[in-house]
């Protein structure tokens, strides 16, 4: 009993940290709504093993609110690589949570090159 509760244990642990990225990718959008929030949009699609929350329309794209200071933070660094053409690595949350909790992974960080 005490093997099948840590494999379970386990398995849920593994699922809590799932998470899309995107490597070496290129900015080709960003966008930016009246209420603060913003998706910045790849000319790749988000790979790893994204949330299932993501909608297929946004397979490409990382969410942030860009009405905070870490999120004004990811705002600049996006534009910045894009204005460079640079590519940049970004790592998602595992979860879709600027949206109204569907649509988007939320972005956790990112590398600009």
């Known amino acids: 009993m005490k093997k099948i509760i840590a494999i379970c244990l386990l398995v849920l642990s593994c699922q809590s940290f799932a998470a899309g990225n995107v490597a070496n990718a290129k900015i080709i959008n960003v966008r930016?709504?009246?209420n603060?929030?913003?998706m910045?949009?790849?000319d790749r699609d988000v790979s790893g093993t994204p949330p299932g929350c993501v909608h297929s329309a946004y397979k490409n794209a990382f969410?942030?609110?860009a009405s905070t200071d870490g999120g004004k933070a990811v705002l600049a660094l996006a534009l910045s690589t894009m204005s460079r053409k640079a590519n940049i690595?970004?790592?998602?949350q595992g979860v879709c949570?600027?949206?109204?909790?569907s649509y988007i992974e939320t972005w956790s960080y990112g590398v600009s090159s």
């Open 36 to 38: 603060g929030k913003a």
């Open 32 to 34: 930016v709504d009246d």
């Open 63 to 65: 969410a942030i609110d």
């Open 89 to 92: 690595s970004v790592y998602g």
């Open 97 to 101: 949570g600027v949206y109204g909790g």
């Open 40 to 42: 910045i949009i790849f």
